[in-house]
């Protein structure tokens, strides 16, 4: 009976709305997750690839260097650090951006997955309000049903007295 009483209520629909949200939440989270995955693999392929670029710009810095005849003196010396420390900075940047870029896909996994348990207790709480107001008017209807009948809702037989008389 509570299966009919819940599909005339509108509870049933009510509850499943709320436990489909939740299960779209729930993979919006996984994708989520997925992306962080990515941010981080692809970062540390760019990573891997800016450090072999690097390797190249200081060989190419050293041989121009080398061809200028300078390669003993202080200043090629701080050419080719100053060379060296940018090209670390740039390679830290690329690894701290896809940090940043995974937690950011991280964060908006769990916002996604909160946002799918209120869905899912906001559709619980919404069947239980139509289930209350449901009875609500189920109860008004037999009060009405039993009053138009003379039995005032009060049950027994205090409102019947007997048949017509001539």
Do not use: W, Y
Request: aromatic share 6%; hydrophobic share 40%; net charge neutral.
């Amino acid at each position: 009976m509570s299966g009919l009483f819940e599909n005339l209520s509108g509870a049933k629909g009510l509850r499943a709305q709320g436990a489909n949200q939740q299960r779209i939440e729930e993979f919006n989270a996984q994708v989520k997750e997925q992306e962080a995955k990515a941010a981080l693999l692809r970062s540390g392929f760019d990573q891997e690839r800016q450090a072999k670029e690097a390797e190249r710009i200081k060989s190419r810095v050293q041989a121009r260097i080398g061809a200028a005849g300078g390669t003993g003196s202080p200043v090629a010396v701080d050419i080719t650090a100053e060379q060296a420390s940018e090209l670390e900075l740039e390679n830290l940047l690329i690894g701290f951006e896809g940090e940043v870029a995974a937690q950011q896909a991280r964060t908006s996994a769990d916002l996604s997955r909160l946002q799918g348990e209120l869905a899912f207790k906001s559709g619980k709480a919404a069947a239980r309000r139509a289930n209350i107001g449901f009875a609500t008017q189920l109860a008004g209807l037999g009060t009405t049903f039993l009053t138009g009948f003379g039995g005032g809702g009060g049950g027994g037989s205090a409102g019947f007295e007997g048949p017509p008389r001539p």
